[in-house]
């Protein structure tokens, strides 16, 4: 339903969107309630249908902004540069951007399962295209001899399972900076696709 003049949508509707995110974060998508959503927000649960049709649309949207910003903020970092220095931008890029965002990741991989089969298709194939950067940096990498990988998508998929599974235990007061977290990876990820 569209809003009229004058509306608070352009407010309302990213507030919405925040309130979603931290409550499938919080609870996972299953347990929250558009009523809940609505709570949290300051609105009656039917208001919420100003903004959003339904508790899906609410997931797909979360999760389509987050690949999109993804791609979007990776095609910022990428360069033409050589394969070892580009597999070391996409390490340090991927890190640095999951731990700033850990709620929008967590619901972006563990709620896949709750995506219908026709939004489920679209995020594949947005996940597809960033996993397609990092291995035309594998596959340059082996056909200029600087890495040895046997099967670069196989090599793409342990990369970011590595790289993404920092959100997992990373905590800012831990014993360890973002940087030093960014150098122990590109290490290893280094040491583990060198020729």
Not at 35 to 51: D, E, S, T
Not at 57 to 77: G, K, N
């Amino acid at each position: 339903m569209a809003r009229t003049a004058g509306s608070h949508s352009d407010i309302t509707g990213p507030r919405v969107l925040k309130a979603a995110l931290q409550l499938f974060a919080r609870h996972g998508f299953a347990a929250v309630s558009m009523r809940q959503i609505a709570a949290q927000v300051g609105v009656q649960a039917g208001a919420l249908y100003n903004y959003i049709p339904d508790k899906q649309t609410l997931l797909f949207d979360l999760m389509r902004t987050h690949m999109e910003e993804l791609l979007s903020a990776w095609q910022d970092e990428a360069g033409a540069d050589t394969a070892p220095a580009r597999l070391e931008r996409f390490t340090r890029f991927h890190i640095r951007y999951h731990l700033e965002r850990p709620d929008e990741v967590f619901v972006s991989y563990m709620e896949l399962r709750n995506l219908t089969p026709d939004n489920f298709s679209v995020i594949e194939a947005l996940r597809r295209r960033y996993e397609d950067q990092l291995e035309a940096i594998l596959r340059d990498g082996a056909q200029s001899g600087d890495f040895d990988v046997p099967d670069p998508k196989v090599a793409t998929m342990a990369v970011i399972a590595m790289v993404t599974g920092v959100t997992t235990w990373y905590r800012t007061a831990g014993r360890l900076t973002v940087d030093e977290v960014q150098e122990i990876y590109w290490q290893m990820v280094r040491k583990g696709v060198s020729a």
